[in-house]
């Protein structure tokens, strides 16, 4: 074994390490991130690393465009917790109004683009608390979803995801402001910015996955 065979296997156990202690990783993006390490080792004897996931994993073009456009970089709202009563403020003061919730209400932080559901009653004096929120593209929004595959691999993402995306079903994915790695947003509730990683260069760098009509 040389030199550069051990250091191979050092970083291929690097990656494995730190794929199964991220605590983000959800686990078909965690099969992706080591098929495409074992794929970026190997290096300049391969031509597209997506064939080599394709034959690693057993799964179709299509099914690896699903996990990338899985793992796009985004703000996702969490549903679950719409209030299920008002929160306008009520007599006595400093009690919310309690009535059953007739209206939701997305209210944002500002500068993170943070989303709070807040639920009114169908009181115009309940109603008129609402706090109107600008448009999302006049936020620049922190990404809290996805954006794992760049903290490992160098590569072309943008046009990577956006291949994806388009692939499966949201053409209208557009890279956001703040980066496309999870390492890179600022650091916001809810979110802990992953830890840097010495990431692997992936080659060559214009390969995009075949698109579905190539594979049928
Ligand atoms: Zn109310």
């Given at each position: 074994m040389t030199a550069d065979d051990r250091e191979l296997l050092a970083r291929y156990g690097e990656l494995t390490t730190r794929a199964h202690a991220d605590p983000l990783m959800p686990d078909n993006i965690r099969d992706l991130v080591l098929a495409l390490g074992w794929s970026a080792l190997r290096g300049s004897r391969l031509d597209n690393p997506w064939s080599s996931v394709s034959d690693l994993l057993n799964i179709s073009a299509t099914e690896i465009a699903q996990l990338v456009a899985a793992d796009a970089p985004r703000y996702e709202l969490d549903?679950?917790?719409?209030?299920?009563?008002?929160?306008a403020p009520a007599a006595p003061p400093g009690k919310p109004c309690g009535t059953n919730t007739v209206h939701v209400f997305i209210e944002r932080d500002q500068l993170t683009g943070r989303a709070e559901l807040r639920g009114y009653c169908n009181r115009p004096g309940c109603l008129d608390q609402a706090v109107p929120h600008p448009p999302e593209d006049a936020i620049q929004l922190v990404p809290n979803r996805g954006g794992i595959l760049p903290t490992y691999f160098a590569w072309n993402w943008e046009a990577q995801y956006g291949h994806a995306t388009a692939h499966a079903g949201n053409p209208g994915w557009r890279p956001p402001v703040h980066g496309?790695?999870?390492?890179?947003w600022p650091e916001t509730p809810g979110h802990t910015r992953p830890k840097p990683f010495r990431k692997l260069p992936l080659a060559p760098a214009g390969v995009l996955l075949p698109t579905v009509s190539e594979t049928t």
């Open positions: 549903w679950t917790t719409v209030p299920s009563s008002c929160q496309l790695s999870a390492a890179e």
